[in-house]
């Protein structure tokens, strides 16, 4: 499961690592869209499979951040 953002944003932090086991409503990521930051938490039970970005990148709207397995 992809983790994206819905709107153009700036990665504040990531908040987990590859392998690690998140579970349903943990914050995943903080991303930043018009001066307001947003937590980005795992809609499920799982382990971070990938992260597609770090902090201070810039994102399009639907990109992915991270996978969840």
Do not use: C
Not at 30 to 53: C, R, W
């Amino acid at each position: 499961m992809d983790i994206k953002v819905k709107m153009p944003s700036v990665v504040v932090t990531i908040a987990v690592q590859v392998g690690e086991t998140v579970t349903r409503g943990q914050t995943v990521a903080v991303v930043e869209a018009m001066k307001m930051k947003t937590n980005l938490p795992t809609p499920t039970d799982g382990v971070v499979k990938t992260i597609s970005a770090a902090t201070g990148d810039r994102l399009k709207a639907g990109s992915v951040i991270l996978s969840i397995e």
